[in-house]
């Protein structure tokens, strides 16, 4: 079956220009989550979902960074204003409910790699 | 605070013989540990987990084992393969999120 889908898989921008991110979930799945991998670093949380609410938001960076997920499905991470600081690249993952020890494996998309010029 | 590290950044072992890649944690509150493998243009792909109730886990090749007093976890890999060269992650979770290590690029030369 397919695997969690991102696009656009590079994205080039300005600095101060707004951008958006969108990734597709693996059918089914009802959690979804955002990293960022900046270089030489290991994926750093941001935000998780559970259906079409935002359970986790806490490692947002700052109010430049928002994300949605209205049909519960496909979801969108929206950056204002960005900032070179803000060029990584982000990855999404989803997963289904329940699992081993309560933990559920996360699937990852191959991310899109944003540069802030 | 880097909670989870990894503090070797790169490993280069012969064709046939053991990659041990080591991980340290400093939340007590992680009950769950991952490994995940991560190829160039590639999202992270899992590998092997451990719940902190056990102290080892076994998959083919593929080996964690868990030091809850010393918060420490390693990933053994008998027999390497050239084509287990890649960045290798640990991550740790105590809920939904998992938190991340570093990495360690691991070649394995033919």
């Known amino acids: 079956g397919a695997g969690v889908s991102q696009t656009p898989s590079n994205k080039v921008t300005e600095k101060g220009k707004y951008v958006e991110l969108r990734c597709d979930p693996i059918?089914?799945?009802?959690?979804l989550y955002w990293y960022r991998q900046s270089l030489g670093q290991g994926p750093e949380f941001l935000i998780y979902?559970?259906?079409?609410?935002?359970?986790?938001d806490s490692g947002l960076p700052n109010d430049r960074f928002f994300a949605v997920r209205p049909e519960g499905s496909v979801s969108t991470l929206k950056i204002q204003r960005t900032e070179r600081g803000d060029s990584a690249v982000y990855l999404c993952?989803?997963?289904?409910?329940?699992?081993?020890?309560?933990?559920?494996?996360?699937?990852f998309g191959p991310g899109t790699r944003l540069t802030v010029l | 605070d880097q909670q989870v590290k990894q503090n070797s950044p790169s490993l280069s072992v012969q064709e046939g013989r053991i990659s041990i890649l080591n991980c340290d944690y400093t939340?007590?509150?992680?009950?769950?540990f991952l490994w995940y493998k991560k190829y160039p243009a590639e999202g992270p792909t899992f590998l092997i987990s451990i719940s902190s109730i056990k102290d080892k886990n076994e998959d083919g090749r593929f080996t964690v084992f868990l030091n809850k007093s010393a918060k420490h976890l390693s990933l053994h890999i008998v027999p390497s393969q050239p084509g287990d060269s890649a960045v290798y992650f640990c991550?740790?979770?105590?809920?939904?999120?998992?938190?991340f290590g570093e990495g360690t690029q691991l070649t394995v030369n033919p």
């Open positions: 993952a989803s997963s289904q409910p329940g699992g081993p020890y309560g933990y559920n494996e996360q699937f």
């Open positions: 979902f559970q259906g079409t609410g935002a359970a986790d």
């Open positions: 991550a740790a979770t105590s809920g939904s999120r998992l938190t």
């Open positions: 939340n007590s509150m992680f009950d769950y």
């Open positions: 059918s089914g799945h009802t959690a």
